[in-house]
């Protein structure tokens, strides 16, 4: 299972490669790589292109009322995931790749130093091949990505969980394929996908109620899958998963 998600970058795009390609989180940057581009460099090579799509095309840094520069796209993957952060890592380029047709220069690097593996993809707002400017539209970009993402993993043996509209196989009925993961194991893969798209505890705990996951709060919190007679304490499920780990995930 992976958690996709997109936001525009509007300026400083060097801060944001350097913070994705950051060796601590990257094994030293062996799990960094660049597509039309070195990453050393990406942010120069970036503004290369925009400029010269300038001069051929005119200036149209401004249409949509904005100047996105570069977009970043992240695919978190669950901790019960049996997947390598190498094999991650090819999966998250042909995320971009797909993703972006082979037209936008891009740089991908793989983080292994929270208890997640997880994708950043950086790639340039203007392409190299005719010079247009990524078009991203709210929910159809991002259901876009997550639909890729999800075939991608299905094909890699990972799970995915179904959406209420969407598609992709349940998540109770994939634990009944695999026969033997746990439902502490499902709260857990529950928050590890909705901790990437909270934007605050709040939210966080809405996003358990629509996996079907309730929270309760006291001394400790603790979880509860529908159809379960008794709650689960998160450091049951382990030690990032009280409220302080969970918040702390959040926020990175």
Known sequence: MAVTKIKAIKATVNRAIDYITNPQKTDGKLLVSGYKVEPSYAAIEFKMTAELAKDIKGDYSNTGKANNLAYHTIQS???IDKITPEEAHELGKKLADKMLQEKHEYVIA??????????????????FEDFKKFRSEPYKTAAMIREISDRLCEEKGLYIVKEPNG?????????ETKNGTSWKAQIQAAIDQATP????????????????????E??????KLEGQQRFVRGKTIGD??????IVEAIKN
């Not at 598609?167 to 634990?175: L, P």
């Not at 990032?240 to 780990?245: L, Q, R, S």
């Open 77 to 79: 993957f669950a901790k």
């Open 110 to 127: 793989t983080h292994i130093d929270k208890g997640h593996i997880h994708n950043h993809i950086i790639f340039n707002a203007i392409s």
């Open 167 to 175: 598609k992709g196989k349940g998540h109770r009925e994939w634990q």
């Open 197 to 216: 798209q909270a934007t605050d505890y709040n939210s966080f705990v809405d996003l358990m109620k629509q996996a079907n996951i309730e929270v309760k």
């Open 218 to 223: 006291g001394k400790h919190i603790a979880f």
């Open 240 to 245: 990032n998963y009280t409220k302080e780990g």
